[in-house]
């Protein structure tokens, strides 16, 4: 099918959602993408056409997630590629932050990605082909930073239901793939996408050293390129035998890394008490 694939994008107004539907865009491709206004996707990508059609989409409702699916399909009459990218960041202690933040993390950053899932399948079933990215983060990999463990575990939990996806979908001839990116160059780090404590407590000095230097350092200064990101999951999309974990960035691919050895050597150690415990 080449460039003719219909992408589906999540949360395509700014940083990775936003540059990945430039360069399918550019490259010929056809594009739905959805945000929370219709309007800031039209300032930057323009209007509809045969070519792009600007959702507005609340994931967190089911309706509003159904009705920019039918209107895809009524504009392109099917869908082929899912990208699942909308999200947002949180940084604060476990005991820090509150019941309601924590569970609004959950709310978009998982039941969200479920509810597109759950109304793209139908499609994607029917056509016995196509491809699901579920863009986790390192994040959802690797999870020693103080402050981030709601967030990583949203992620985690987008990388655990994705692997059981990919396992239920084999069948029908479809792909799902985990994206763990490490630190790209967008403005996921600003306060519209990451947000802090209500009510922070003083006592967790790491946590506000995190906040301090995801805000003032490393903002506008990860080394991941975002253009380069959209150009590896267009390459991914068009293999026939595509990962079922995709780590993007050199600082990604190190932590994983580390996360492994660390478990290897974990594992050697403490084999006696983990294998002794059988009848």
Not at 18 to 34: C, D, I, P, S, Y
Not at 46 to 66: I, R, T, W
Not at 259 to 267: D, G, N, P
């Amino acid at each position: 099918m080449g460039n003719n694939k219909v992408w589906f994008i999540t949360g395509a107004s700014k940083g990775l959602g936003l540059e990945l539907a430039k360069k399918l865009l550019a490259e010929g491709f056809k594009v739905a993408a959805t945000s929370r206004n219709e309007a800031s996707l039209i300032q930057e990508l323009g209007n509809a056409s045969d070519h792009f059609l600007p959702l507005e989409m609340d994931l967190v409702s089911e309706k509003s997630v159904k009705t920019a699916i039918d209107k895809t399909i009524n504009h392109f009459k099917t869908i082929d590629v899912l990208v699942n990218n909308a999200g947002y960041g949180l940084l604060g202690a476990l005991e820090e932050l509150t019941d309601a933040e924590s569970r609004k993390n959950f709310e978009v950053n998982v039941f969200g990605l479920l509810n597109v899932i759950r109304h793209t399948m139908p499609i994607l079933r029917a056509n016995q082909s196509g491809h699901i990215f579920n863009i986790s983060s390192v994040g959802g990999y690797f999870g020693e930073f103080p402050g981030w463990g709601i967030y990583c575990s949203t992620k985690f939990a987008v990388a655990g239901l994705t692997e059981s996806l990919a396992a239920e979908i084999k069948p029908f001839g479809l792909h799902a793939t985990i994206v763990y990116p490490g630190y790209f160059r967008t403005d996921f780090l600003k306060d519209s996408s990451l947000l802090l404590p209500e009510n922070p407590i003083a006592e967790y000095k790491e946590v506000r050293q995190s906040q301090s230097a995801h805000k003032e350092d490393i903002n506008e200064n990860q080394p991941g390129d975002p253009v380069k990101l959209a150009e590896a999951l267009i390459k991914v999309s068009q293999d026939q035998n595509p990962p079922l974990h995709l780590f993007l960035g050199e600082d990604a691919f190190n932590m994983a890394n580390q996360k492994i050895a660390s478990v290897q050597s974990e594992l050697g150690k403490w084999k006696e008490v983990s294998v002794g415990t059988n009848f």
